[in-house]
């Protein structure tokens, strides 16, 4: 069951490729609150500058995605063309253009073939209400194997709503934000204040703390619409029902989060890195993402080699405060160093790399914080599947 309130569309505009659906609406049939979050790259595709002057309303109603052209790198040509995208849905649908937001995914730097997406509107438009989200999940894939999509419940005022949420992302993952496009709708009314709040916790403490190759795209971008439909009286931090409305998006973000990384470009293996005993969260973050981030680290695992010296290395230039010989590591359960030496159980170690989820700990013992990164292994087949991106 969707969010009461939104319809979905699909259609091909052979943007990149044939024979599959490349393009998606989602509207709200009323004006919803909106909130978001986009990438921190200095180079930012043409869509998220504009969207991230419509934000400031805190207003919207349509999102508009395209899979295969990024619209990056652009020039003066992108913004006009992501302007048109957005004047044209608005016309179709007889909303306002500042209520429409569009959201591109694919290759950077190649022009956007208008003439192929302008052809597709009134098709996308006159579907309204025939795809379902499963639908837009797919056709907003882009080097991903499988369409990637949540849904929470929430029980408010003896009325349930339904938070539902579809990002895609495969590659080029790494904060901040973690490279992809999220997705999130719900009918609970909200208070913009407090949904873009909650949402960019939610985002600090899920899609900012993933990553599979270190390398961070021009077009992040996370929205979420919150229309109202259920009819519950406005949600605000102080409400008795925040609690649970901020748990549920959290836990949708979360998933999601997980399923990016688990659909890594390539990677055979779901990696879990949690570094604990830092003098601050700040420094437990850092050294979980040098290690996560580390080449070295992530082939080793690959090849199931517990090559413990790599983990070692890789705290020790990540810049944080390290005292080498207070070090533990598990993986697993195995405890492969123990205060900064090895304990000869590498073949314990060999059988915990194995599995297709493997869980790294790392205790620094120089303080209370703990932060989990997630990531994946780095193999062959993501090599040949970003060589031959663009062709």
Request: charge should be positive.
């Amino acid at each position: 069951m969707s969010p009461k309130g939104f319809l979905f569309s699909t259609a091909e505009a052979a943007i990149k490729d044939t024979g599959r659906k490349d393009l998606a609406l989602i509207y709200s049939e009323a004006e919803a609150v909106i909130a978001g979050t986009f990438t921190t790259n200095k180079v930012k595709a043409a869509p998220v500058k504009l969207n991230i002057k419509k934000i400031r309303s805190g207003r919207g109603q349509v999102i508009m995605i395209n899979s295969g052209n990024a619209n990056a790198c652009t020039g003066k040509k992108g913004i006009q063309d992501a302007a048109e995208m957005a004047r044209l849905v608005a016309h179709g649908l007889n909303v306002k253009s500042s209520l429409v937001y569009v959201c591109s995914t694919g290759v950077i730097g190649v022009p956007m073939p208008m003439e192929r997406v302008r052809s597709k509107i009134s098709e996308l438009i006159g579907n309204l209400g025939k795809s379902n989200i499963e639908d837009v999940a797919a056709a907003i894939m882009t080097t991903d194997t499988l369409p990637k999509i949540v849904k929470r419940w929430i029980k408010i005022s003896n009325k349930r709503g339904v938070i539902a949420g579809i990002c895609k992302g495969a590659g080029m993952i790494c904060p901040n934000m973690a490279t992809m496009l999220c997705f999130l709708m719900t009918d609970i009314a909200v208070q913009q204040k407090t949904l873009d709040k909650t949402l960019r916790d939610a985002v600090r403490q899920s899609f900012n703390r993933i990553t599979v190759d270190g390398d961070r795209s021009t077009n992040d971008t996370a929205l979420i619409m919150a229309n109202g439909r259920l009819g519950n009286p406005l949600i605000t931090e102080r409400s008795e029902a925040y609690t649970a409305f901020k748990k549920a998006l959290y836990d949708a973000t979360t998933e999601l989060s997980r399923l990016i990384v688990k659909d890594g470009e390539g990677a055979t293996k779901f990696i879990e890195i949690e570094v604990k005993g830092a003098k601050s969260n700040a420094d437990a973050e850092r050294a979980a993402f040098s290690v996560a981030n580390s080449n070295l680290v992530k082939t080793a695992i690959y090849g199931n080699d517990p090559n413990w010296g790599r983990i070692m290395a890789a705290l020790g230039y990540s810049g944080i405060p390290i005292k080498e010989e207070k070090v533990d590591i598990y993986f697993g359960k195995v405890k492969i160093v123990n205060k900064g030496l090895g304990t000869g159980k590498d073949e314990d170690a060999k059988e915990v790399l194995k599995e297709k989820e493997i869980r790294i700990v790392i205790d620094l013992h120089l303080g209370r914080s703990s932060v989990k990164v997630l990531t994946c292994d780095l193999t062959e087949e993501y090599v040949r599947a970003n060589k031959a991106y663009r062709t």
